[in-house]
């Protein structure tokens, strides 16, 4: 369903006007989203520019799910206390799959909580410290 028709992915996952919530590289269409919620979440265009915080929902690139920015995203969770959203963007010319997100994560101090696919075809995948 397109986004427009349906919930924003912010909304799916319970995100919106929700205080503490990072986006990092986000496609345009959450962005717009974002914009009319209160508070505003940050915004970040990499792993590596990015505060933690409570929420982070971050669209990884394939290249970027490498053990350093995993490690990087278990300690701003630990530090954040919080939980991250792993996402697909299905408007990608070369999607990640669910398969790969949980994939990355194995032998990893991140864990699957839990796992979701949205109204707009994207995959998401709650991941905790362990």
């Known amino acids: 369903m397109p986004r427009g028709r349906g919930l924003s992915a912010l909304a799916e996952l319970d995100l919106i006007n929700q205080p503490g919530v990072t986006l990092i590289a986000p496609p345009d269409a959450v962005l717009a989203d974002a914009a009319s919620s209160s508070p505003r979440p940050a915004f970040a265009s990499s792993l590596r520019t990015a505060a933690p915080s409570r929420h982070i929902c971050w669209w990884p690139e394939r290249e970027m799910l490498t053990a350093e920015t995993l490690s990087r995203l278990h300690w701003m969770l630990q530090i954040g ?3 991250g ?3 697909t963007d299905p408007g990608d010319d070369e999607p990640l799959s669910a398969n790969e997100l949980r994939e990355s994560l194995e032998g990893t101090n991140l864990r699957v909580d839990e796992d979701r696919i949205l109204a707009d075809g994207a995959t998401a ?3 905790v410290p362990r």
């Open 81 to 83: 206390v919080g939980q």
């Open 85 to 87: 959203w792993l996402l």
């Open 125 to 127: 995948i709650r991941c």
